[in-house]
């Protein structure tokens, strides 16, 4: 339950900012108080929607003389927390610094506020020629400012790598309060350590992001996609590997029938009639006639071993993007069901022994749970979805989940994996953070913290708890 | 003039490592305590060569206990003074540690010890279909411990990213004397600050790197390669937009006529009778019959606006191979000139504003000195070379560059851009660090050195003093 603000925090902040940017009202406590994980109740003290960098500054500074606790707020479309207010902070959104500062065609570079939501900045690139390559379903909300500090990957990362990849200059305001201008935009820059990278994927603990600068590229070359049904799982590895060698792959996507089955029911129309346990997409940069030859060719080798049983291949974009859709929207169909997810990655080559293993692991700890699997395969990082059933009320859900956890996550260190392969650690995934990172490590990670928010003020609590 | 090692200190030392490990002759001190600057002075206390991740956390503690200064060593080729030892320190060389750990076909990936020569991995992944695409003039000493502590860029940063994009997995020794294992080469890797990239380029202040992943890719299909004279320098930027436009370019590189002169001296042949004030060599993938055809619709177009004054094509390999020496031969056949090298970079927009200022600042400030330009000019990276009079000592020498630096990094300043592109900061480039990097900025590294060597042990006063 949202609580009122009290009257001296909004008047303090309201000193910083027009009354109308500090809200105290339920209504914008309770939205701007969460994300899309949903098992945490929203309780911010109050909401600001700073326009500035100054305005950002000030908000800091004030923090640290009064001790107040601020969460950054995006697009509030992440998975593990990391933006959530449930313990009385101030909300910082950023959704009124949406501003695309500057474009520049010879550096191939644009320069953003951090509220710009990820899908507009695709479409400036693609309106000048370019291309902004990270993408991922909640693209329509979630905003670059969230996209860095969580150092978001998405389904095209085996091409076009992760956020981090993208960013050439970063502002941001520590947690004393100093505005640091990080590698301005520059390609190449030997001074020192770069805090940019330090920043990138901190989730909002170290610094708020105030200001980047983005690289863009030429955009693929009318990409086609496939459909492959699989009849088991130890055939994605292969099939992967029969395409990587013939094709330059954007995107090898995997799902199960389960989340198959759940797409369909929203209407989305079927591949084709074949059912089978498994299913990946495959996309291609489709650039030249022989492409097409590589990848029939990659079809037809791939069915004579028995590794595919089906399989459709886009012929025009519209079919591509209909073919997406099996994959893409798995998230918000399962949504209803309030899905327990797990984000893990291993390896590439350590994923089919650890495929085998947990799949033996939730047969014999779910047996009444319906488990749906999908993921970015080719980067070795997937996604498990545990449906609540529907009689279950949450809270016992989700210690069933973590009581499972554990040995998912024994048999993920075993394969050198990753407890959140891209949605960060937030709230969610901090009590397994030591099954990926070591105890000395995180003690590296809390003196790092010191360095540059010594007084805990932003975001504290999120990915560890202090000392 | 190097000094004899103190017999207890190499007695302390060989209670580590074996007595042939441990060297204090006058012989390895003096080409171990010194890379390829030629303006220092070597004078280690002694050079030890490690074999294991073992002995050199035994170094580190020791060092700790005994307060010992620790220089990291690997190829020397450096060009920053990042790897001399001039003030007793012990050099840690890594080259016994140069072994080959593992290979994975599916992950395309590669585990070394850090004295791996650069070229010897290039090799290792040719043998088996794939790529190493870092790649710079020094391949044949450089090793891969200090390309990862420097964050090397060379020659086909413009289509493959710096050594930061390559590194999958990192085991560093802390100034602390821990051992961490940063990442174990996973793909996504959401789980908190990625120390991983901040040891990258941090040239051993913040620990010394004992083993790598690296990632490996697909190689290109049959570069081509283009030589191209210019009238003029303003050219040079709309030439690589012709160029860039059509065409997957995997280099584009600058020099002028001076560097062309040097380096026929050697006997390289000439790629035209043409001489011309500047040229740029452009590598793309000639992967279809239409790159081909882009490549000259480029050069046609380049050649009726007047960009171009001659230009040549290879036709093979070797030619191809010919036709690189051009580039890659300069920085040797400069080398008996002593020249003061500085390693800039701006954003390639700003460029051509920015070479005629300092074109002009040259002319007027260099009027009996030659000056050499080339460079990676498609990462807006130039390297400026000014040869030493023969008649000159080298501290008056140095001490006139230092001159002309200030008015040089005041116009960089002005910029936005960076003192040392690719090379690293060291000791040559500490006293311009900040031109780059703001004094709160630079209080911040501090900050992180202190966390991460405490002791101030591993190679102290490169990059910036202590407080």
């Not at 449930?86 to 010879?106: K, P």
């Not at 996209?147 to 998405?154: C, S």
């Not at 009849?231 to 292969?238: E, I, Q, R, S």
Request: proline letters at 5%; a negative charge; hydrophobic letters at 45%.
């Amino acid at each position: 339950m949202t609580q009122p603000a009290p009257a001296d925090l909004l008047a303090g902040l309201r000193r910083l900012l027009p009354e109308a940017r500090v809200r105290g009202d339920a209504d914008t406590l309770a939205s701007h108080g969460k994300d899309w994980t949903r098992f945490y109740t929203p309780a911010p003290a109050a909401v600001v929607f700073p326009v500035s960098i100054d305005e950002v500054q000030a908000l800091v500074r004030h923090a640290i003389a009064e001790r107040l606790a601020l969460v950054p707020s995006g697009g509030r479309t992440g998975l593990s927390a990391g933006a959530v207010a449930a313990q009385g902070e101030v909300v910082v959104s950023f959704e009124r610094m949406n501003r695309i500062l500057d474009f520049d065609a010879v550096d191939r570079s644009v320069t953003v506020e951090p509220g710009v939501i990820t899908e507009n900045l695709q479409g400036y690139a693609r309106e000048r020629g370019l291309f902004y390559p990270v993408d991922f379903a909640a693209r329509g909300s979630s905003q670059i400012g969230g996209n860095i500090a969580t150092n978001a990957g998405g389904i095209k990362v085996i091409r076009y790598g992760l956020t981090r990849d993208w960013v050439s200059g970063l502002k941001v305001v520590t947690g004393r309060g100093d505005l640091l201008d990080l590698n301005r935009g520059l390609i190449k820059n030997a001074t020192g350590y770069d805090l940019r990278h330090l920043f990138i994927g901190s989730e909002g603990t170290l610094g708020f992001i105030v200001e980047a600068t983005l690289r863009l590229t030429t955009p693929p070359r009318e990409p086609a996609v496939m459909v492959l049904a699989l009849p088991a799982l130890d055939a994605v590895m292969a099939v992967f590997a029969a395409f990587r060698e013939r094709l330059q792959l954007t995107a090898f996507e995997f799902f199960d029938d389960r989340a198959l089955g759940h797409v369909l029911a929203r209407g989305v129309p079927a591949p084709f009639a074949t059912r089978a346990p498994y299913y990946v997409l495959v996309e291609f940069d489709h650039a030249h006639a022989e492409d097409m030859d590589a990848a029939l060719a990659a079809f037809e080798h791939a069915g004579a071993q028995g590794w595919i049983v089906d399989g459709v291949i886009s012929a025009s974009e519209t079919q591509a993007k209909t073919l997406w859709r099996l994959r893409e929207d798995i998230t918000e169909s399962l949504a209803p069901r309030q899905p327990y997810k797990n984000d893990i990655a291993v390896r590439v080559s350590r994923a089919p022994a650890f495929l085998a293993e947990i799949d033996a692991l939730f047969a014999r700890e779910y047996p009444s749970f319906e488990v749906v699997w999908f993921g970015h395969i080719g980067d070795g990082n997937l996604h498990i979805s545990v449906l609540k059933p529907v009689d279950w009320d949450a809270a016992t859900f989700v210690a069933e989940c973590a009581r499972v956890n554990v040995l998912l996550f024994e048999t993920l260190r075993r394969h050198g994996g990753s407890v959140s392969a891209e949605h960060g650690v937030g709230l969610v995934k901090k009590p397994w953070l030591g099954y990926t990172r070591d105890a000395v490590e995180i003690d590296y990670l809390r003196a790092l913290k010191a360095v540059f928010d010594p007084h805990g003020i932003l975001n504290p609590g999120k990915i560890f708890d202090p000392a």
